[in-house]
Antibody, heavy 121, light 107 residues
Framework: EVQLVESGGGLVQPGRSLRLSCVASGFNVEDYGMHWVRQAPGKGLEWVAGINWNSGNLGYGDSVKGRFTISRDNAKKSVFLHMNSLTAEDSALYYC??????????????WGQGTLVSVSS | DIQMTQSPSSVSASVGDRVTITCRASQDISSWLAWYQQKPGKAPNLLIYATSSLQNGVPSRFSGSGSGTDFTLTISSLQPEDFATYYCQQTNSVPLTFGGGTKVEIK
């Protein structure tokens, strides 16, 4: 059974940093790309970042480019999102997502339950 | 960046109705479009990828069509469990972008 468990969310002050983690199980993590997608309360979905299976292909949403970094550790079956210079606009539920295989790596075919990030003084 | 526009933003329908949701891309995305369903308090769930390919386990009453800039998600006969919000997403190029969502409500 595929499982994605996010952690690392919480309340953080504006301008500070936070690192989110996503531990995967139930599939060969090293074969798949992974994504982070966020959703502010009552709002729609916003793609944050994605990384392909070997970290050779990375991408970021415009609102986080230069502030957030996605990385992975296949040995630990984990994907990370390093978030710097946080603002109130970054407050959201952050979902970790498993990508499809091969050319479908930009499709999120399985989602975790999310970890909540609140940015406030 | 590619902008995705969904319409309508909400629709009221009855069980058994045929429901159609439209998604328009700001530029040609070929067939690189996915649809997701999200129920309140739950994570999204992939329904369709590459415009018309049904994800494993998704009922056949869901179908997708289109190409280029105009796409459609159709629910042929709405069931009680289908009341949810639906999002399209272009998977053609980074940054990946979602439509604003369509909420399907009970009439």
């Amino acid at each position: 059974e595929v499982q994605l468990v996010e952690s690392g969310g919480g309340l953080v002050q504006p301008g500070r940093s936070l690192r989110l983690s996503c531990v995967a199980s139930g599939f060969n993590v090293e074969d798949y790309g992974m994504h982070w997608v966020r959703q502010a309360p009552g709002k729609g979905l916003e793609w944050v970042a994605g990384i392909n299976w070997n970290s050779g292909n990375l991408g970021y949403g415009d609102s986080v480019k230069g502030r957030f970094t996605i990385s992975r550790d296949n040995a630990k079956k984990s994907v990370f999102l390093h978030m710097n210079s946080l603002t109130a606009e970054d407050s959201a539920l952050y979902y970790c997502g498993k990508a499809g295989i091969g050319t479908l790596w930009k499709v999120v075919d399985f989602w975790g339950q999310g970890t909540l990030v609140s940015v406030s003084s | 960046d590619i902008q995705m526009t969904q319409s309508p933003s909400s629709v009221s329908a009855s069980v058994g109705d045929r429901v159609t949701i439209t998604c328009r891309a700001s530029q040609d995305i070929s067939s690189w479009l996915a649809w997701y369903q999200q129920k309140p308090g739950k994570a999204p769930n992939l329904l369709i990828y590459a415009t018309s390919s049904l994800q494993n386990g998704v009922p056949s009453r869901f179908s997708g069509s289109g190409s280029g800039t105009d796409f459609t998600l159709t629910i042929s006969s709405l069931q009680p469990e289908d009341f949810a919000t639906y999002y399209c997403q272009q998977t053609n190029s980074v940054p990946l972008t979602f439509g604003g969502g369509t909420k399907v409500e009970i009439k």
